[in-house]
């Protein structure tokens, strides 16, 4: 199986030249792995307020058939194109500029703009991202364009808040993920294929809570429904009965013969995220080692005669690493007891701690073994 995140399709172009390809975006070497007990990331009830929206919804609101759901909602749920320039190689010209875009899907927070998505549906907007020059547009269900403003962006969590310089925005209500029940109604409204088919509905059931997926290395605990979630849908609303948002739509798993295994983010789980993302461009007190590192398998370690480990590539100077007397060439296996061979290993670590926190770092230097104190920076 492979869990794929729902960004649309990406079409791509040749400046000058006849070139044209058409294909759909995936993320390579995802690996899923579903578990229904637990979960990484913790819900709140708490109330949070974002300008123009009131995060914790009345109880008393009554239920609503679809039909009322997508006239209420529909409006709310914008379309996102990413716009980003590459080098394409050509046969006959060698390497030559290229434009691609890729779609997705948005909701409106607050009547002044702020938009919620997916990171992966804006990341190489994001001003840390390896591409520049990248611009996003917003289409709004009433036939509008603008263009749009990264504002944050937690690549962790996979959530993003964008700003569009327009007013009087219809707004989504938001509403609490932790009373949702397993079989309630789920409404699903976004962009399944890009702008084509923008604003579709689908509808089925609340089919999981608490699923713990890994892709990447992200981790996370995601809503399940059979409610048609399809590439253009990441970013887009997963609603109630009442029409409140309770989830971003983010992921599907693809296989063949597999249909009806959408996942969304919890909107409890997403909240403190965004107001954090308005109010400082990104999440506070997250965890940073400040390391470029190469998985060392045990393939590679009976190879080269390197042990199995995360190979130290660069050691950035403003990092906690750096503090800490990692150099270069280091094999980092053991951090704060626990053994480390993926990036993966490093992150389940990260997750137990904030910026600030010391743990022991253990390296191997040659013929040596050191343990190292490592206080954690924050990751901006």
């Known amino acids: 199986m492979s869990l794929v ?19 759909s975006k995936q993320l390579s070497d995802v690996q899923n792995n579903i578990s229904s007990n637990g979960g990484l990331l913790q819900t709140s009830s708490a109330e949070n307020n974002i300008s123009g929206t009131n995060l914790v919804a009345s109880s008393n609101l009554r239920d609503l058939t679809v039909t009322e759901i997508a006239k209420k909602v529909g409006p709310s749920i914008v379309g996102i194109k990413m716009t980003f320039k590459t080098n394409t190689r050509n046969f006959f010209f060698g390497s030559m500029p290229s434009t691609s875009d890729a779609e997705g899907s948005g ?18 907007a994001d001003p840390n991202s390896n591409l520049k020059n990248t611009t996003l547009t917003v ?8 263009t749009a403003k990264f504002i944050g962006g937690d690549s962790d969590n996979d959530l993003a808040l964008i700003k569009i310089d327009l007013t009087n925005l219809p707004v989504a209500e938001l509403g609490d993920s932790s009373s949702v029940e397993v079989g309630d109604l789920a409404v699903a409204i976004g962009n399944p294929l890009g702008m084509e088919f923008a604003g579709s509905v689908t509808s089925g059931v609340i089919s999981a809570l ?32 009442k029409g409140q948002v309770i989830g ?6 693809s296989v063949s013969g597999v249909e009806g295994l959408g996942f969304a983010i919890p909107i409890n789980t997403a909240k403190p995220i965004i107001e954090q993302l308005k109010t400082y461009g990104y999440v506070k007190g997250k965890p940073l080692v400040g390391i470029t590192g190469q998985e060392v398998s045990q393939e590679i370690s009976e190879m080269y005669g390197i042990p199995v480990g995360i190979y130290v590539v660069e050691v950035p100077t403003d990092g906690a690493a750096y503090a800490a007397g990692i150099k ?36 191997i230097r040659g013929d040596k073994t050191l343990t190292l104190k490592l206080t954690f920076t924050e990751d901006r």
């Open 210 to 241: 608490n699923r713990q997926l890994k892709t990447g290395n992200m981790s996370l605990n995601l809503i399940q429904t059979d409610a048609a979630i399809n590439p253009g849908n990441s970013g887009g609303a997963l609603l109630n009965s």
């Open 5 to 23: 995140l729902v960004t649309s399709v990406i079409t791509s172009f040749v400046v000058g030249g006849a070139l044209y390809t058409s294909f």
């Open 248 to 253: 971003i739509n983010s992921a599907k798993i």
């Open 107 to 124: 909701i409106i927070i607050s009547s002044d703009g702020y938009i919620m998505t997916n990171y992966h549906v804006v990341e190489y």
């Open 328 to 363: 270069k060439g280091d094999v980092l296996v053991k951090l704060d007891g626990k053994q480390i061979k993926t990036m993966s290993d490093i992150d389940a670590v990260k997750k137990l701690h904030k910026a600030g926190d010391t743990v022991d770092a253990v390296v």
């Open 139 to 146: 289409y709004l269900p009433d036939k509008r364009e603008a």
